[in-house]
């Protein structure tokens, strides 16, 4: 079975201090990692994946198989990062099922 | 291009009664799958749906049931409703099945009384 651990509920920084958002995985195969992200009224929306390997508004994640955590970074927190984000995992064979952790709420204090 | 709907948007439903919710995919999007999120259990997958034929299917009773149509529109359904069905009900569309982006709807709000 698959299972996706985000150990924190809230995160407050401050504006311009690093973000990490942890996440760490269960599963035996191999994984596909998500992020995904929420702005307060608007819609679950995909914000990075671990196969593109890329930046998005500054944040990247770096899949690591020996620790199992796809851990969520950005080197300086903006007001505009506050937002509910949830680490998925997918699995080759699993078509579109993914399977997410609680969630971490960021607050980015001024 | 026009994102997913849902409909409706708000419901409030009785126990025992039975509830069915709407969604139209992407333009284009053959994959729809649907998921319950509730503030204990979180976000929990219900089923996936591609060309009309369901895909997957997670640790739902068979209460909950659904089907996509030959336009790749999809429905789900949940009989004899219970109070610990109150949720938001979301769905996803995506292209094609396997490592491609899925987008979210707005949710149905479901209150069971």
């Known amino acids: 079975a698959q299972r996706v651990t985000q150990p924190e509920k809230l995160l407050s920084v401050f504006k311009g201090a690093p973000v990490e958002l942890k996440c760490n995985y269960s599963?035996?195969?191999?994984?596909?990692l998500f992020w995904y992200v929420q702005y307060s009224r608007q819609r679950l929306q995909l914000l990075l994946r671990?196969?593109s390997r890329e930046s998005i508004k500054g944040f990247t994640a770096d899949l690591n198989k020996g620790e199992t955590s796809f851990h969520l970074k950005k080197p300086f927190a903006q007001e505009e990062d506050s937002a509910m984000y949830y680490c998925?995992?997918?699995?080759?064979?699993?078509?579109?099922?993914?399977?997410f952790g609680t969630g971490t709420q960021l607050k980015v204090e001024l | 291009k026009a994102g997913v709907t849902q409909t409706p948007r708000y419901l409030i439903k009785t126990r025992g009664q039975q509830v069915t919710l709407s969604c139209s995919p992407i333009s284009g999007h053959r994959s729809v799958s649907w998921y319950q999120q509730t503030p204990g259990q979180g976000l929990q997958f219900l089923f996936e749906?591609?060309?009309?034929?369901?895909?997957n299917k997670g640790n739902f009773p068979g209460r909950f049931s659904g089907r996509q149509f030959s336009n790749s529109r999809s429905e789900m359904n949940v009989s004899t409703l219970e109070l610990g069905d109150s949720a938001l009900y979301l769905c996803?569309?995506?292209?094609?099945?396997?490592?491609?982006?899925?987008?979210f709807g707005p949710g149905t709000r479901l209150t069971v009384t």
């Open positions: 998925a995992l997918g699995f080759t064979g699993g078509g579109n099922k993914l399977t």
């Open positions: 671990h196969i």
């Open positions: 749906y591609f060309s009309e034929t369901q895909r």
């Open positions: 599963y035996s195969g191999s994984p596909e």
């Open positions: 996803a569309s995506a292209w094609d099945r396997g490592k491609y982006e899925q987008y």
